[in-house]
């Protein structure tokens, strides 16, 4: 299973991505079980609603934090995520 | 209350929920205390959600709502409610039975995030056997609908040395019915278990059978279908962490309201387990004598005293310690280094002279009538 750069990615239905107050993180919630996760990846994973590809998530972290060269993280973390079945490209 | 340990605890995460322990099913291995039939009180709805909104505040996000049967509480959907708009993850942990498609739409509605379905054997013969009751058919239906509206779909099967054998067939039948996981958990001998354990614990040769062939289909299957595998402890050299630490992310509420650091803590001596009725979730959790019992290491005699593995497994269960050599405060006996590690061999060999007579004793079903005669 790798990312498609022609598909659009969607967070997985049958997880969850919140923000928890008493811990200061997002997470992942799914089965009884959660993944706290940093601030990076929580973005990452925020703008994967269905409506972008690899790329355009690339370009719009990149004019959010002012920089560029994020393209070889990003793609590596999707990878997981997907591995995880966080995400999908259905 | 007495409390000592306050500025290195951690909130709960875990919020275990036993609504009810009314149970239509009787399956030999339950990890309901014997003697349930003592506490037929139940809290009402208002006294749930009040527990809830108090374990939310102070960080518990997975709820688990299990039993006895779940469903037999008329106000499951009012409280899956209440849960969603606290944010919690919520997990029905059920046997399926009694579970409708009309009830399924409501709970979703309602916004439970997964359901949970037990099954006991992979024919009908044996699970309906297992499960004291007829119910086979009516599981295998209930995957179906659980899948259909969009639920994460875990089986969970209970394996013991009555369906062991048949560790393949497990795995075709939930990857037939589109499991997204699929939980195989060796049975943990409490409660009902243990009463059963001659009968249940199968051999170490069975268990490594039944295991590499889990092993090999989890392989083919990685990606599409995730197989948890509880292990078998009394085969292990080192115990589980029990609760990744007492008093640390777990905090289970039996039926009548009674606060437990883990679900059989009902049965050691003198914790005094607190009851939500009269203390709050914060209380109860920061300055109970029974949630501080255990908690850090203070409390550990030798051999984890001393030793160096104590952060990683916290000395073992302490109900396992209490079931199996009488002393709550012994290092567990699964492990190698205990002094009492004989107690597991025993029963080991116990179970196997069991197996080479069967028939010799019956299974004790869980319900209602065998529970007062542990009373
Ligand atoms: S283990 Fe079986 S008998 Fe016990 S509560 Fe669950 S379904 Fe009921
Ligand atoms: S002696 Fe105690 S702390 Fe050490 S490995 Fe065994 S159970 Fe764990």
């Not at chain 1, 994973?45 to 393209?71: D, M, P, Y």
């Not at chain 2, 959907?77 to 009694?98: D, F, M, P």
């Not at chain 2, 394996?159 to 054998?165: V, Y």
């Not at chain 2, 197989?227 to 402890?233: A, E, G, L, S």
Request: hydrophobic letters at 35%; glycine letters at 6%; proline letters at 5%.
């Amino acid at each position: 299973m790798t990312i498609d750069p022609e598909k659009n990615i969607h967070f997985s239905p049958t997880h969850r991505l919140q923000w928890e107050e008493a811990q200061q993180k997002d997470v992942i919630l799914y089965p009884e079980g959660m993944v706290e996760l940093n601030q990076s990846s929580a973005e990452i994973l925020k703008l994967c609603n269905g409506s972008r590809k690899v790329e355009q998530i690339v370009e719009e972290l990149e004019r959010k934090f002012e920089t560029t060269g994020l393209g070889n993280d990003i793609n590596a973390f999707l990878e997981v995520a997907l591995q995880n079945g966080w995400i999908t490209q259905e | 209350m007495a409390g000592s340990h306050k500025s290195n605890i951690t909130p709960p995460r875990w919020l275990l929920a036993e609504l009810t322990y009314a149970c239509p099913l009787q399956c030999p291995y339950c990890s309901n205390p014997l003697n349930y039939a003592k506490y037929p009180s139940e809290l009402s709805t208002d006294d749930w959600k009040r527990v809830l909104t108090q374990a939310r505040k102070m960080g518990a996000v997975q709820l688990g709502l299990s039993g006895g049967e779940p469903l037999v509480r008329k106000d499951l959907s009012e409280l899956v409610k209440h849960a969603r708009q606290l944010g919690y993850y919520s997990n029905l942990i059920t046997s399926g039975y009694g579970l409708t498609e009309e009830r399924i739409v409501e709970l979703k509605q309602a916004g439970l995030d997964h359901i949970q379905v037990s099954i006991q054997a992979s024919s009908q013969e044996l699970n309906d056997h297992i499960a004291g009751t007829v119910s086979y058919e009516h599981k295998r239906e209930v995957a179906h609908l659980v899948k259909k509206h969009g639920y994460p779909m875990v089986l969970c099967v209970v394996i013991h040395r009555e369906n062991i054998h048949q560790m393949q067939q497990i795995l075709e039948m939930a990857e037939e019915l589109g499991a997204d996981y699929l939980e195989l958990a060796n049975t943990q001998y409490y409660g009902w278990a243990h009463a059963n354990r001659d009968l249940l614990l199968p051999t170490r040769e069975q268990f490594e059978q039944a295991e590499a062939i889990a092993q090999a289909y989890k392989e083919r299957v990685a990606g599409k279908m995730k197989i948890y595998y509880v292990v078998p402890d009394y085969y292990e050299d080192r115990p589980k962490a029990c609760m990744n630490g007492w008093g640390t992310t777990f905090l289970t509420i039996a039926p009548d309201g009674v606060a437990l650091p883990c679900h059989s803590a009902r049965e050691l001596p003198g914790l005094d387990c607190p009851n939500v009725n009269d203390y709050s979730i914060e209380a109860i959790w920061n300055e109970s004598k029974a949630f501080n019992f255990f908690r850090g290491f203070d409390w550990m005699k030798e051999p984890c005293r001393s030793c160096d593995e104590k952060e990683k497994d916290f000395g073992g269960c302490r109900c396992q310690a209490y079931l199996l050599t009488g002393d709550m405060y012994n290092t567990d006996p699964v492990c190698s280094k205990s002094p009492n590690r004989h107690v597991v061999q025993e029963a080991i060999d116990s179970a196997k002279s069991a197996s080479l007579v069967p028939g010799e004793k019956p299974l004790i079903f869980r319900n209602s009538k065998n529970s007062r005669d542990f009373a």
